[in-house]
T-cell receptor, first 114, second 114 residues
């Protein structure tokens, strides 16, 4: 699976957009980009995923660059409850021993402040 | 939709005893479930992949005789920590793979071995 690189921490003011970057320069053509978040002492929560097109759901938007080497998760109006560790993960798609396995890195600690 | 539950949410046991943790997909069927472990201030580490009706696949370094996994139905997987010791104290989290491949996580089980 492709590795991902994320900044260790970010701050955001409540009500503003939070833009979390992720680099995945070795991503393969059939690998998806998944985003999860983990609020303290809870299990990870699925946010969004995409292959090459931009995606949007009720939680966030995912912008994937045309070369697929990086992506940005956008929380349009951050709230205090969005404070969490955000994980960007490239998922092994088909075949191989890593098929379907999520490999969690250190993620980005997003702190939303008043 | 896509709700995963775990039971118990926390457990304290004496060293040498066994502890069983249940993971259930409440509103979908999951042929594949995963078990993770998370130590304080660290990221999630995959322990094993649980497939309904077949033996679990363990990650390197995880003792299959110590961490028994049973996936007897499409909505239930169990993890039994046998002869638990203080070093097994951790946050155990399961995930269930939905029909479209996305993993949904349970809330986690905090184990403390005295």
């Amino acid at each position: 699976d492709a590795k991902t690189t994320q900044p260790p921490s970010m701050d955001c003011a409540e009500g503003r957009a939070a833009n979390l970057p992720c680099n995945h320069s070795t991503i393969s053509g059939n690998e998806y980009v998944y985003w999860y978040r983990q609020i303290h002492s809870q299990g990870p929560q699925y946010i969004i995923h995409g292959l090459k097109n931009n995606e949007t759901n009720e939680m966030a938007s995912l912008i994937i660059t045309e070369d697929r080497k990086s992506s940005t998760l956008i929380l349009p109006h951050a709230t205090l409850r969005d404070t969490a560790v955000y994980y960007c993960i490239v998922l092994g798609n088909a075949g191989g021993t890593s098929y379907g396995k999520l490999t969690f890195g250190q993620g980005t600690i997003l702190t939303v402040h008043p | 939709g896509a709700v995963v539950s775990q039971h118990p949410s926390w457990v304290i046991c004496k060293s040498g005893t066994s502890v069983k943790i249940e993971c259930r997909s409440l509103d979908f069927q999951a042929t594949t479930m995963f078990w993770y472990r998370q130590f304080p201030k660290q990221s999630l580490m995959l322990m094993a992949t649980s497939n309904e009706g077949s033996k679990a696949t363990y990650e390197q370094g995880v003792e299959k005789d110590k961490f028994l996994i049973n996936h007897a139905s499409l909505t239930l997987s169990t993890l039994t920590v046998t002869s638990a010791h203080p070093e097994d104290s951790s946050f155990y989290i399961c995930s269930a793979k939905g029909r479209k491949g996305t993993q949904y996580f349970g809330p986690g089980t905090r184990l403390l071995v005295l």
